[in-house]
């Protein structure tokens, strides 16, 4: 179906090499038995609490009240392309067909679109369009793992994931990451140790610490999890949130037999409510995340894909997200300046992209990061604390500090103004 005014689809980076073949047999052996498990996968009567499933409830904290949020990883409505949306929805809910049931994979326009500008080894076959990029890492450990099963997962990272490796009754094995990702030598132990068949990551500006998985362990990573014979998850959330440079390519550019398993979505970088994000795979592993996720979501309204199709081949779509990485950049910089004044206790590294700092808070007790939480919200200041994010026993205490969701820079002063004023911050920081 022709689109008026889609504009033309141009590949963001270098061209796939023409007729290239990959040899996925070795998926067989990590997949095992080939086994549909319905039980569990349907909607529940209640939905489980997130706070005890390890995902911290900040709905509705986006500064009511006095509040100013340096919780939520969505962007401030005053970041949000509202007006394109607003147009965008507007014109998907007139096309012909546009209450029809799209593909089960995904609008053909939209998968093309994902694989051209995330990927120079992706094609749109191996697209999936998922609500969102939680139902896509959910789908991942589904298509890949059976309860009961080890899951391998960077320390920290995001409780999203764990808790949904929890909810699929998998056992979840720490590997701990520094400013330059995960640790490949620690991978190869906890792979041999856990006998994992997966490892769940996020080499790019990765929630919570912001770290990007340095080149030179790049290959290592892959060459690791290639001998145990593993799939590596690659949750590239924060893709399109660089902070006015350009985004690292993904893992998958240099997988050559399917074994990288890639997610990203929208949502970041556009609305809460724009719940469209994609995820890619090659060889049989394709086929059960398919399944899994038409088990849970059937597909992805259309009207929703269409939208979402018509904001990204808009010709102000670059323009928004480099105006969105530079005000986030902007941001990094005024709440890392305001801590380093006011909470010079505090020690962090600024990210080059991403929406978080994670602060570690000098001292070993265990209850400071919530303690300091529960004081900060009290004070008006809504922040997280770090133990939900470790899949094991947390190295310290930690803060996540989110920049993009307080209304201003004004208002990311006035927070480290609050926090500043607490008597637990205060005294480690004069430690």
């Given at each position: 179906?022709?689109?008026?005014?889609?504009?033309?689809f141009v590949a963001s980076r270098s061209a796939k090499p023409a007729g290239r073949t990959r040899d996925t047999s070795w998926q067989s052996v990590a997949l095992g038995e080939r086994v549909i498990d319905t039980a569990g996968m349907s909607p529940l009567a209640d939905?489980?609490?997130?706070?005890?499933?390890?995902?911290?409830?900040?709905a509705g904290d986006l500064g009511e009240g006095g509040l100013i949020s340096l919780a939520s990883g969505y962007p401030h409505p005053s970041?949000?392309?509202?007006?394109?949306?607003?147009?965008?929805?507007?014109?998907?809910?007139?096309?012909?067909g546009a209450w029809d049931r799209p593909p089960a994979a995904?609008?053909?326009?939209?998968?093309?679109?994902?694989?051209?500008?995330?990927s120079t080894q992706a094609e749109p076959g191996d697209v999936?369009?998922?609500?969102?990029?939680?139902?896509?890492?959910?789908?991942?450990?589904?298509?890949?793992?059976?309860?009961?099963?080890?899951?391998?997962?960077?320390?920290?990272?995001?409780?999203?994931?764990?808790?949904?490796?929890?909810?699929?009754?998998?056992r979840v094995f720490p590997v701990p990451v520094d400013d330059d990702g995960v640790v490949?030598?620690?991978?190869?132990?906890?792979?041999?140790?856990?006998?994992?068949?997966?490892?769940?990551?996020q080499p790019t500006y990765s929630n919570p610490v912001g770290s990007v998985l340095a080149a030179e362990r790049r290959e290592q990573v892959l060459s690791i999890a290639r001998a145990a014979g593993a799939f590596v998850i690659e949750d590239d959330a924060s893709h399109w949130l660089s902070h006015g440079r350009r985004t690292p390519a993904p893992l998958l550019d240099d997988d050559t037999d399917g074994r990288v398993i890639y997610v990203t979505s929208l949502t970041k970088?556009?609305?809460?409510?724009?719940?469209?994000?994609?995820?890619?795979?090659?060889?049989?592993?394709?086929?059960?995340?398919?399944?899994?996720?038409?088990?849970?979501?059937l597909f992805v309204a259309r009207p929703l894909q269409e939208a979402a199709l018509d904001l990204v081949t808009r010709p102000g779509w670059q323009g928004h997200l480099r105006d969105l990485g530079l005000e986030l950049g902007v941001r990094a910089q005024a709440l890392s300046a305001a801590?380093?004044?006011?909470?010079?206790?505090?020690?962090?590294?600024?990210?080059?992209?991403?929406?978080?700092?994670?602060?570690?808070?000098?001292?070993?007790?265990?209850?400071?990061?919530?303690?300091?939480a529960f004081q900060a919200r009290r004070a008006g200041v809504i922040v997280l604390p770090g133990r939900p994010f470790f899949p094991a026993e947390p190295s310290g205490p930690y803060l996540r500090l989110t920049f993009s969701a307080a209304s201003s820079q004004a208002s990311l002063a006035e927070a480290v103004r609050r926090l500043a004023a607490l008597p637990l911050l205060t005294a480690v920081s004069k430690d």
């Open positions: 179906m022709s689109r008026p005014g889609a504009g033309t939905p489980p609490d997130v706070e005890s499933q390890g995902i911290p409830d900040t970041l949000m392309p509202a007006r394109v949306l607003s147009v965008a929805l507007t014109h998907a809910a007139r096309l012909p995904g609008l053909a326009a939209l998968r093309t679109w994902f694989a051209r500008e995330v999936l369009i998922t609500p969102g990029g939680q139902a896509a890492i959910s789908a991942a450990f589904r298509a890949v793992l059976r309860a009961g099963d080890a899951l391998l997962a960077e320390s920290p990272t995001y409780p999203g994931a764990l808790a949904a490796a929890r909810l699929a009754g998998l490949p030598d620690l991978l190869a132990e906890a792979l041999g140790r856990s006998g994992a068949r997966a490892f769940y990551c970088a556009t609305s809460p409510s724009l719940r469209v994000g994609a995820v890619i795979a090659r060889g049989p592993v394709a086929a059960r995340l398919r399944a899994a996720l038409a088990v849970n979501d801590l380093h004044e006011q909470l010079p206790g505090l020690k962090f590294t600024v990210p080059a992209g991403g929406v978080h700092l994670w602060a570690r808070v000098p001292g070993d007790a265990d209850a400071d990061d919530a303690d300091a």
